[in-house]
């Protein structure tokens, strides 16, 4: 079976550093995709992990852990515009590329 | 680039029609087209994954004769909600991926309301 869990809300500063965790139990794991939605529209793409490790991308950074089933999305500098859902989906392999979503956790960046 | 589109991005309608939504990729050929449904505060659920000239491929749960999906093209595939309730009135997103990469490319979504 397939199961996303990731905190339902979290609360940051203006300014801070948030992780939003998320931990996964998918058959035929083959990748970590990390989605920004505003509410009302269709999630962005934030970030992809294949590997074990941390990946940069600006203010953004995802970390894998696949013996663990684990990852997290680092926000830095949060802007006031970060306020939204963040979602972990867990790609399954062997050539269908379906993504499983979490549930998404949903960010509040308050002055 | 990689844009993909849906139309309509909204539409109401009454109980018992039928209600078609196009997913179009803009600048790039789609292998493969999934469909997802979101009700407010969850998540995105997959509802079926559609691959140019083949049938879909339908989650536990989903009737395929209700919500019909045709991938005509590299470019396009339409979900058709039959004979909708207010039950079905939810937000419905399509995404598509390239023939090499990993990545879906999310449409801005279609919300379905069904009085």
């Known amino acids: 079976g397939q199961n996303i869990d990731q905190p339902t809300e979290m609360t940051a500063t203006e300014g801070a550093i948030v992780q939003i965790n998320c931990t996964y139990q998918?058959?035929?794991?083959?990748?970590l995709f990390w989605y920004q939605q505003h509410a009302g529209e269709a999630p962005t793409f934030l970030s992809y992990n294949v590997l074990d490790g941390l990946e940069e991308k600006g203010r953004f950074s995802s970390f894998l852990s696949r013996s663990k089933g684990y990852s997290y999305l680092l926000l830095k500098e949060l802007q006031m515009k970060d306020s939204a859902s963040y979602l972990c989906?867990?790609?399954?392999?062997?050539?269908?590329?379906?993504?499983?979503f979490g549930k998404g956790t949903k960010l509040s960046v308050i002055p | 680039g990689a844009v993909v589109s849906q139309h309509p991005s909204w539409v109401i309608c009454k109980s018992g029609t039928s209600v078609k939504i196009e997913c179009r990729s803009l600048d790039f050929q789609a292998t493969t087209m999934f469909w997802y449904r979101q009700f407010p505060k969850q998540s995105l659920m997959l509802m079926a994954t559609?691959?140019?000239?083949?049938?879909?491929?339908?989650e536990q749960g989903v009737e395929k004769d209700k919500f019909l999906i045709n991938h005509a093209s590299l470019t396009l595939s339409t979900l058709t909600v039959t004979s909708a309730h207010p039950e079905d009135s939810s937000f419905y997103i399509c995404?598509?991926?390239?023939?090499?990469?990993?990545?879906?490319?999310f449409g801005p979504g279609t919300r379905l309301t069904v009085l």
């Open positions: 998918t058959s035929g794991f083959n990748g």
């Open positions: 559609s691959n140019e000239g083949s049938k879909a491929t339908y």
């Open positions: 995404s598509a991926r390239k023939p090499q990469g990993d990545e879906q490319f």
């Open positions: 989906a867990a790609q399954s392999g062997a050539g269908s590329y379906q993504l499983t």
